[in-house]
């Protein structure tokens, strides 16, 4: 599930397999496309194989449909969208979340394991203006310096520095789209796998 990339500063660092996936030029997918490259970790690459079985296999327009993506504007990031991620994909939890920090993502990534899709402005962060359209991207690591991104736009494992990213991020209110296992509640094989059935016809 992890493995070591070089930094900027001559170390290595620890990221999650998170395989990439590259956005189609013109389009509105940054969410899709980031939600199937998280889907495909917990598909392919997580430990748990209960986790592992019962992702759906959805590809990018079976995700844009349940996100209700337009191609032309993107996608609505709020709570009906959450409430749809997890009515279709039982297996793992969705949660919205504002006014997040560092330390609370690197808890979640670093030491949970979980890849989470972060919202940032990534216009002022390649011109330096807003462009008033926050973009989709996985978190994929973190360290003391920086942050590491799978981003469908400017490539795989892309590195950060922390102080400018969060100039990008606050501008898009610190929002970040957790999505964690789902080992509360129905974790079991019979109702996973009638989900996962329904999602792969």
Known sequence: MIRKIPASNNNEVEVLCVPWYPQQENSYYCLPYSLWMVLQFYKNIHNNDLIRKN?????????AKICKTDPRAGTRINEQLIVSLNKEIPA????????????????????????????????????????????????IGLDDNAIYLNNPWLGAEVEIDKVKFNDCWEIEYNQILLIEP???TNLNEENFNKNANKNSN
């Open 182 to 184: 789902n080992l509360q």
């Open 55 to 63: 992702i759906p296999d959805l590809d990018v327009e079976k995700i």
């Open 92 to 139: 793992l939890n969705f949660r919205l979340v504002n006014a997040y920090d560092f330390n609370q993502l690197k808890r979640i990534v670093v030491e949970n394991n979980c890849p989470c899709i972060i919202i940032y402005d990534c216009g002022y962060y390649i011109y330096g203006i807003e462009s008033q359209v926050g973009h989709a991207g996985v978190v």
